[in-house]
């Protein structure tokens, strides 16, 4: 878990969640084979006693999940507001405490009604406040640090090896990767990484975020909001997210493993240092 | 789009969206390449006037998108209340009207926000009601029909094909494919099919579901209220839907790509009569 700030005291009443389970499977020549699964959980967050959400999730790293969504959708704004989380698994319950109550949480909880995205976008209304205020710097990105960092990347991912059916997030620094998770929802992934900024007061500026997940727009606009000036994902874009990525200066890199990859925005800003024979190859 | 019901009319105010735009990107040689990105956009389901939830979608079937939605999410339970689907994708929005009042739809709406998860899990509760009620048959399902099946399937995922970034789910029966969709969220390709179904009055006992994406608890609850009894999918499968199949009596097969399956559940409600040399292979 996250180291905890001075303002904030932790509280886990339950043990760690596994991540995987066996289970046997049947395959096409008819042999019962021995499987890993990712687990799966319902977490439902409270602010101040309050239900907020329900999320299903994978459960590697319930409080930096919960604040990571909490800020990601704007329920607390100042690290100095938190008192306390206390995740309980026997109850799947992860309660946040803050220090003042937070304002109209009532009519916060009846906006999100209107534009949450429910289990199909995402809190829209809420997440694209403050985009206008976001400021990133120009990234300055060697392509020869991307390879690195795509061939460290490759000892991560260890539920996918394992079971499968996880996305992963990592919070890069040139080639090294400086927190890794994954979960069963990909926004999950990304939330957990945020909380874990939030809690160290981690610059975005410097890093560089990877994503087994698609580059959709929310995904693009968490990043931002995490002030992270790159964005490299396995998969593909989507119309939105390049939009997004456009509008608030990250460069956007996709289809990226082993040799390969896409940059959909921000060519400009990569050294092309370690170029292969010209392939032209999409 | 789907035939109306006598019920039902349909008033579609805008042009078709388009599904994929050309944009150029750059590789690791530095070329710079024409692509094709899946098109993404917000759509707001409005219940009588009332904005519901906006789903970012990539928008090729809005008006069973927005039925599905509703009828799984449990807005609207029997068809004959359905009045009529207008979409407008001037304004980005699906408007659907039913002859009653949907009754406590403020208390259902108030309730969202406990158990919603945001863009990363689903609608749990709401979801979840009437599971007790579904009573699937027994499928029976040959291994050379789900070859056949598994090769039929290759034809479709177009957007995908040409873009990524898309997850793709099929309604089927036997080898055929009665419908297809492709979607940004995957939640949004099954919601779509469910509305057409809903709308076509279509059994689903005698159908497979076919999905790209993994086969997560709602995945799992989402074909059971479909009354579909088989789900096939080309990825992985988490400990929910697992423990969900097994509940709801639904034969779940993972990891469908060629001649390769993983039968986690019902594996003797198949028939292995093309089965390959024994290789034992996971």
Redesign the interface.
């Known amino acids: 878990m996250t180291a905890a700030t001075p303002h904030t005291r932790f509280i886990k009443t339950s043990a760690e969640a596994p991540l995987t389970?066996a289970?046997t499977?049947?395959?096409?020549?008819?042999?019962v084979?021995d499987?890993q699964?990712?687990?799966?959980?319902?977490l439902?967050l409270y602010l101040n006693w309050r239900?907020?959400?329900?999320?299903?999730?994978l459960g590697a790293r319930p409080e930096a999940l919960a604040l990571g969504?909490m800020k990601n959708?704007g329920f607390i704004k100042d690290l100095a507001q938190l008192e306390s989380v206390i995740v309980d698994w026997a109850v799947n319950s992860a309660a946040i405490i803050t220090r003042e109550q937070t304002e109209d949480l009532d009519k916060k909880?009846?906006e999100?009604?209107?534009?949450?995205?429910?289990?199909?976008?995402?809190?829209?209304?809420d997440l694209m406040a403050g985009l206008d205020d976001i400021k990133l710097p120009v990234p300055s990105l060697k392509?020869s640090t991307l390879y690195g960092l795509l061939r460290n990347i490759n000892d991560y991912n260890d539920t996918y090896k394992n079971?499968?059916?996880v996305h992963g997030c990592g919070l890069c620094e040139g080639e090294q990767i400086r927190s890794f998770v994954e979960d069963?929802?990909r926004?999950?992934a990304v939330?957990t990484l945020a909380g874990e900024m939030w809690l160290k007061g981690e610059a975005g500026s410097d890093k560089i975020f990877y994503t087994t997940g698609?580059?959709?727009?929310?995904m693009v606009i968490k990043v931002a909001k995490m002030g992270i000036p790159v964005l490299l994902s396995r998969?593909?874009?989507?119309?939105?997210?390049?939009e997004l990525a456009q509008q608030l200066g990250i460069t956007l890199i996709?289809?990226a493993k082993g040799?390969?990859?896409?940059?959909?925005h921000g060519?400009e800003t990569?050294d092309?240092n370690a170029?292969?024979?010209?392939?032209?190859?999409?």
């Open positions: 389970i289970v499977a049947v395959d096409e020549t008819g042999a084979l499987k699964i990712a687990c799966e959980r319902p439902t239900p907020i959400v329900t999320l299903m999730t969504y959708q909880l009846s999100k009604t209107v534009t949450t995205g429910c289990g199909q976008g995402t809190v829209y209304g392509q079971a499968g059916a069963v929802g926004h999950n939330d698609r580059l959709t727009s929310e998969s593909g874009v989507t119309q939105m997210g390049l996709a289809r040799r390969h990859f896409l940059v959909y060519a990569i092309f170029t292969p024979g010209k392939t032209g190859q999409g």
